[in-house]
């Protein structure tokens, strides 16, 4: 199929189930100072970037996660 599977071990669950792999499929990271779009249904409240996004998939056991273009970003 030519899909290329997640490779390394999985990362341990902090709540010790088992799993070969945690996959957050939606998620998303922006920096403090990102350019807003005008009409935006959203404002958020504080930046998220990429390092805190990486230690809160850490603390949750999460292996992979796919970041989503914000809607409020311009």
């Given amino acids: 199929s030519g899909a290329t ?3 390394g071990p999985a990362r341990p669950r902090t709540d010790g ?3 070969d792999r945690l996959i ?3 998620t998303h990271a922006w920096p403090a100072g990102l350019p807003l779009a005008p009409g935006r249904a959203y404002t958020p409240a ?3 970037p990429a390092s805190r996004l990486d230690a809160t998939l ?3 056991g999460v292996d992979r ?3 989503v273009q914000t809607s409020f970003a311009d």
């Fill in 5 to 7: 599977p997640c490779a």
């Fill in 17 to 19: 189930a088992p799993v």
């Fill in 24 to 26: 957050d499929c939606h």
């Fill in 46 to 48: 504080h930046a998220f």
């Fill in 58 to 60: 850490e603390r949750h």
């Fill in 65 to 67: 996660a796919v970041l």
